[in-house]
């Protein structure tokens, strides 16, 4: 290398030194799409048991207007988010593989500067989603721990009633 840049030796992948670097690339692509389609499977799964829990609820709960109908929709629209999530971090991990297979078939520079971009979103997207999630368990424990304290003074107060 004729300068100080660590990332100059990626414009020559003979150079040894790329040459581990870029074998820890190779051997992480298949992984990562590995997961990539798993994460798909799983939104597929998701978007079928929001489907089916729409038409559950449409056929058994006794017709439009029903509580039980509304419950179930409701479930149905989690679970579609839930696959919109995994869909969307599916598709981050598919362009981190393209761009990994990239710099293993000796893209150079830019091809490092564009998996590392597609690395950072993929990361970024994960854990603002794990932020987002970890705010909703919280207050939906806090809302139901409340729900239940109501409700059992609720129920303690019908019984000294009687």
Same mark, same amino acid.
């Given at each position: +290398? /004729?300068? $100080? ?5 990626? $414009?020559?992948? $003979? ?7 870029? +074998?820890? %690339? ?5 992984? &990562? ?10 939104? #597929?799964?998701?978007?079928? #048991?929001?489907?089916?829990? %729409?038409? +559950?609820?449409?056929?058994?709960? !006794?017709?439009?207007? /029903? ?9 149905g629209g989690v679970y579609g988010l839930i696959a919109l ?9 598919? =362009? ?8 293993? /078939?000796?893209? !150079?520079l830019e091809a490092v500067g564009a998996m590392l971009k597609?690395? =950072?979103?993929?990361w970024r997207t994960t854990g603002i989603i794990t932020l987002?999630?970890? &705010?909703?368990?919280? !207050? ?6 409340? &729900?239940? /304290? ?5 129920? #303690? $107060? ?5």
């Amino acid at each position: +290398m /004729s300068s $100080d840049n660590p990332f100059e030796a990626f $414009d020559t992948p $003979d150079a040894p030194e790329v040459v581990d670097h870029l +074998m820890y %690339v190779k051997q992480t692509q298949p992984w &990562v799409i590995f997961l990539a389609v798993m994460t798909f499977l799983f939104a #597929a799964f998701c978007l079928l #048991a929001a489907v089916a829990m %729409v038409g +559950m609820g449409a056929f058994t709960m !006794g017709g439009a207007g /029903s509580e039980g109908l509304v419950m179930m929709a409701v479930l149905g629209g989690v679970y579609g988010l839930i696959a919109l999530f995994y869909g969307g971090l599916g598709y981050l991990m598919i =362009r981190m593989a393209m761009a990994m297979g990239q710099v293993a /078939s000796g893209g !150079g520079l830019e091809a490092v500067g564009a998996m590392l971009k597609h690395t =950072r979103n993929f990361w970024r997207t994960t854990g603002i989603i794990t932020l987002v999630f970890m &705010v909703l368990y919280c !207050g939906g424990i806090g809302v139901f721990t409340m &729900v239940g /304290s109501a409700l059992s003074s609720t129920f #303690a $107060d019908i019984e000294n009633l009687e």
